[in-house]
């Protein structure tokens, strides 16, 4: 029998509860009350198109070795994943003993859960970042070897696996997606992505959850069900009020009922309708313009993200690449944060499109992240890394620092940003684009931007 909870509810999470006013019951796509929580500008919503969320679902269960379960880093209250603040929390109130604190991922370097007699020391890329560690070694026949490796943590690992800390993508919103992970890896040319979830659920509850047993196809079906079911987004804004107010379609009510198909507005032909690219990807807030005050500045901030000039060079798997449709992408052209983000209403891109933005170059390094020496195997070129990304899983030279884009709903909750979590804040993230791309963004183009992003 599904749970069906009126009042409050509490879903057990390793040692501790997460409970909350808010009913579960009645949190249909259908029905505005969903699960609701406050976040650093407003309300954070999830609707579901399941019927009621139903807490008896695997996705809950811990069906591990290590009482880790999928809802232990995809928390609902921070948009279905985890963020520093949560994950600090979680460690005070269980003085570490949360399951998320597992020393097979957790911990700064492999099956190590305390350094110096502290263990928060030793989780420390998890506490300031939410980043779990992935270790991968590098693929057989590969195209480059690792010839180097500056690692901050000391963890001694061999030069050839490679631990790269990223964060986790929300567990919801997934009808959106093209690929899944950030580097690909659980994605195929001949699978689905209902598919390609089911597998990485399996692959998550023996890895993270160190089951000691595959889960059952039911059980993978289940939580795919449950996940493909969930919306989520920004309801209400500090400032501005309800983001479905006068004729707007913020929130995630509307964003349930957006439509989506592989391909869809891709910018560079690989429509399978044919459909010409539509820049103006973001429709939510035309009804604000004219307004005053915060409604106002998020829909200028809409209208700058769908069309202010970018002038998109350097980017690999873009510029410079010809597609088998026969589009050829010019090493350097004008347009806009929609070329990349072209899903409507959604933001991510609607096609399998890793691209590398420069985010894991040395020069963008941070003081807490490694630093890895690839070398070309053919020509012996060499390049400096934080992060091979998609390299990692297909070996080939032109993938590194190669990622998908996440989809952008419900920004507000689950802060920091990118891959790596380098950026703190959504000024990190504009910042990071506009000394990228030579933006030259005014103040006043940032501030409605981040009001627009927000309003996610």
Excluded at 79 to 94: D, K, M, Y
Excluded at 172 to 184: C, E, I, K, P, R
Excluded at 259 to 271: A, K, S
Excluded at 392 to 411: C, E, N, Q, S
């Amino acid at each position: 029998m599904r749970t069906r909870v009126v009042a409050n509810y509490a879903i057990v999470i390793g040692t501790f509860a997460l409970v909350t006013g808010v009913a579960v019951k009645g949190s249909r796509a259908d029905n505005p009350v969903g699960l609701t929580f406050q976040d650093p500008t407003g309300l954070v919503q999830t609707v579901t198109t399941n019927g009621d969320i139903d807490l008896t679902n695997p996705f809950f269960q811990n069906l591990g070795t290590n009482g880790r379960r999928c809802v232990t880093c995809h928390d609902p209250r921070v948009a279905w994943t985890i963020t520093p603040g949560l994950v600090r929390a979680r460690f005070l109130e269980t003085r570490g003993t949360d399951p998320l604190f597992r020393a097979n991922d957790g911990s700064d370097c492999e099956g190590v859960a305390r350094l110096n007699d502290s263990e928060a020391a030793a989780y420390s890329m998890l506490l300031n970042k939410g980043v779990v560690r992935i270790g991968i070694d590098v693929p057989a026949g590969a195209e480059f070897q690792v010839v180097a490796v500056d690692d901050p943590h000391q963890c001694g690992a061999p030069l050839q696996s490679v631990s790269m800390f990223r964060r986790p993508l929300p567990a919801t919103n997934l009808g959106f997606l093209s690929a899944v992970m950030w580097d690909g890896r659980e994605s195929s040319a001949t699978t689905t992505i209902r598919q390609d979830l089911a597998q990485q659920a399996n692959d998550a509850t023996l890895g993270h959850a160190q089951a000691a047993l595959p889960l059952s196809p039911a059980e993978q079906q289940a939580i795919v069900d449950f996940e493909t079911g969930l919306f989520t987004a920004q309801v209400r804004d500090n400032e501005a009020g309800y983001l479905g107010a006068l004729g707007a379609r913020g929130g995630p009510t509307a964003l349930s009922q957006q439509p989506f198909f592989l391909g869809i507005n891709d910018p560079v032909g690989l429509n399978p309708t044919g459909a010409s690219f539509n820049s103006t990807v973001f429709s939510l807030y035309p009804s604000w313009l004219g307004l005053d005050g915060a409604r106002a500045a998020i829909a200028r901030g809409e209208q700058l993200f769908n069309s202010r000039p970018i002038t998109i060079q350097g980017v690999a798997g873009l510029n410079g690449q010809t597609f088998a449709s026969g589009v050829h992408v010019p090493d350097s052209f004008v347009g806009s944060c929609t070329i990349c983000h072209d899903t409507p209403n959604s933001g991510n891109h609607s096609v399998k499109a890793p691209l590398n933005i420069g985010l894991t170059d040395a020069s963008r390094r941070t003081p807490d992240l490694p630093l890895y020496t690839l070398m070309n195997l053919s020509t012996g070129a060499t390049v400096q890394t934080t992060d091979p990304g998609r390299a990692m899983i297909t070996g080939k030279w032109a993938d590194i620092g190669k990622f998908k884009g996440p989809v952008l709903r419900a920004l507000a909750a689950r802060a920091p940003y990118f891959h790596n979590g380098s950026a703190a804040t959504l000024a990190d993230v504009l910042n990071f684009y506009d000394t990228r791309f030579n933006m030259h963004l005014t103040a006043q183009e940032k501030s409605d931007l981040i009001a627009f992003l927000l309003a996610l």
